[in-house]
């Protein structure tokens, strides 16, 4: 079974946020989808694990914010490598809350939603979340960031806890990849680091010493080759 099949579905990416008496968090999923439209009702695909769940569950609220494609690997590696439950990431961004009173990323948004949540579903590791839309709007006019363009532009990678995350097969693996043996970051000279400056062709060992991962700031020597 080839998995790198299900690349081929469109995938968006996400930060989820909800919060309960006072303590918000969110983290970064890529599986949401429109179901309906009378009523307007969405489905997003949420970790049992991660303390973003154990909120909604808590408040039946959350909100989504889509992320633009200029949206920086420190963002994504903000909500999606890091755990909440130890450490207030909210602090580290810029955000509002909805009319659900529920936080919405104010930065790299093209636009967002708010929901209450109607039904859940259990999916094994994860929960499906039925909401309906109470509120949305656009808060800039950029290209959404696709899950497809987080992948194979910007080199990016997801945690094992995430819907889409599979074991990459030997036939995707590249002599000059190395991986950050902290969060799990790749980083492959095909596409450099644009985001930190560094072009695309350039070998790890081209690095500028003062060069570290764009997801958890580990110094080079933290890096393993592939």
Known sequence: MNLDALFSMNCGMYVLCSGDAGRYNGLIINAVVQVTAFPNQVIASVNKESLTCTLVQKSGHFTLSVLDKEAPLQLIGLFGFRTGKNFDKMT???????????????????????????????????????????????????????YGYYRDVKGGKVPRTAATYHEESSKTMELERYRCSVCGYIYDSRFGDPDSGIASGTRFADLPETWTCPVCGATREKFQRL
Not at 111 to 140: P, R, W
């Open 92 to 146: 580290q961004v810029q955000y509002f809350l909805g009319k659900n009173g529920m936080p919405v990323i104010n930065e790299h948004t093209v636009a967002y939603l708010e929901a209450k949540v109607i039904s859940q579903l259990d999916a094994g590791t994860h929960i499906l979340l039925l909401g309906e839309i109470t509120e949305c709007d656009y808060l800039n006019k950029a290209e959404p960031m696709t």
